[in-house]
């Protein structure tokens, strides 16, 4: 079955500073990869996806990016502020939604 | 609109017993798909409901199950509880097969 990683597990920055988070998967055939934010308490938020007919999607500070050869796709966090602290989540379609193991970010003052 | 409802909060529950978890999706979204969310595995799928079928189901033990009435709310169920079944029980609302999945805050089972 389709197998995601995600790395880095734990990621911390200084505020101001950008924050990248990486995804691997396995089945070529996925075309769908949203990236989920987790605040504490709450489910996960949808905050961008990309189809794999682009190559790079860009929403105010976060960007992903998609490498469909290599199998690998990122999300870019530019200005990195306390309020980006929170688990990432990325996933990847099948027949349904597989999840990354999640990246926990904190943002320092 | 009104998002995911998820309910209760909070349970706690003793070993052996069973419980009944509910969710109430967005207006309009006829899917709903449930994940069990715990530190050691991550999000984990459960299953998934179209117009009240079970369309997707994933690598959980028959104790799990769930249902989907008319007015597409759902509802999963776990029997004799174990204490690994402690976890986040989160339940996803969307309109097409992954798209724009949009989560409830989740239920806490605690088994003791």
């Known amino acids: 079955g389709e197998n995601v990683e995600q790395h880095p597990s734990t990621l911390s920055v200084q505020e101001g500073d950008s924050a990248v988070i990486k995804c691997t998967y396995s089945?070529?055939?996925?075309?769908?990869f949203p990236w989920y934010k987790q605040e504490l308490g709450k489910g996960p938020q949808l905050i961008i996806d990309?189809?794999?007919?682009?190559g790079e999607k860009k929403d105010q500070r976060i960007a992903v990016t998609l490498n469909k050869t290599a199998k690998h796709f990122s999300l870019h966090i530019t200005e990195t502020q306390p309020e980006d602290s929170a688990v990432y989540f990325c996933?990847?379609?099948?027949?349904?939604?597989?999840f990354g193991t999640g990246t926990r970010l904190q943002v320092f003052p | 609109k009104a998002g995911v409802t998820q309910t209760p909060r909070y349970l706690i529950k003793t070993r052996g017993q069973q419980v009944t978890l509910s969710c109430s999706p967005i207006?309009?979204?006829?899917?709903v798909s449930w994940y069990q969310q715990t530190p050691g595995q991550g999000l984990q799928f459960l299953f998934e409901?179209?117009?009240?079928?079970?369309?997707n189901k994933g690598n959980f033990p028959g104790r799990f199950s769930g249902r989907q009435f008319s007015n597409s709310r759902s509802e999963m169920n776990v029997s004799t509880l174990e204490l690994g079944d402690s976890a986040l029980y989160l339940c996803a609302s969307h309109s097409g097969p992954v798209y724009g999945y949009t989560f409830g805050s989740g239920t806490r089972l605690t088994v003791v």
């Open positions: 207006s309009g979204h006829r899917s």
């Open positions: 990309i189809r794999s007919n682009v």
């Open positions: 089945d070529s055939a996925s075309n769908y």
């Open positions: 996933a990847v379609n099948t027949d349904k939604l597989i």
């Open positions: 409901y179209f117009s009240e079928t079970q369309r």
